[in-house]
Nanobody, 127 residues
Framework: QVQLVESGGGLVQAGGSLRLSCAAS????????MGWFRQAPGKERDFVAA????????YYADSVKGRFTISRDNAKNTVYLQMNSLKPEDTAVYYC????????????????????WGQGTQVTVSS
């Protein structure tokens, strides 16, 4: 089993920045990809960003490209999401997810390959 704990959410004005962290524990050796997703009230959970274990491949939703950066520190079993130039439409609960071996052979920009999920952290961007 893998446990994921997100932190770093909060309230920020439009144009501001936040950095989310997701710390993994448990069988971290079984994690091959990690991703961030978000869900606004009444909407589906959407892909935001993902990174493979090597860190050499990153993926972003078009809506966040150029503003968000995903990174990981394998020594700390932690993945980060640096969010700059935040907009009110970025308001959502942000979830961290971890994918097992299956994530090495399929796209990691959907929820399907992810086996473990964090509890979510609220990000609110005021206009």
């Amino acid at each position: 089993q893998v446990q994921l704990v997100e932190s770093g959410g909060g309230l920020v004005q439009a144009g501001g920045s936040l950095r989310l962290s997701c710390a993994a524990s448990g069988r971290t050796g079984s994690i091959f990809a990690m991703g961030w997703f978000r869900q606004a009230p009444g909407k589906e959970r959407d892909f935001v960003a993902a990174i493979r274990r090597s860190g050499s491949n990153t993926y972003y939703a078009d809506s966040v490209k150029g503003r968000f950066t995903i990174s990981r520190d394998n020594a700390k079993n932690t993945v980060y999401l640096q969010m700059n130039s935040l907009k009110p439409e970025d308001t959502a609960v942000y979830y961290c997810a971890a994918g097992g071996p299956r994530s090495t052979i399929v796209t990691i920009t959907t929820t399907g390959p992810y086996d473990y999920w964090g509890q979510g952290t609220q990000v609110t961007v005021s206009s």
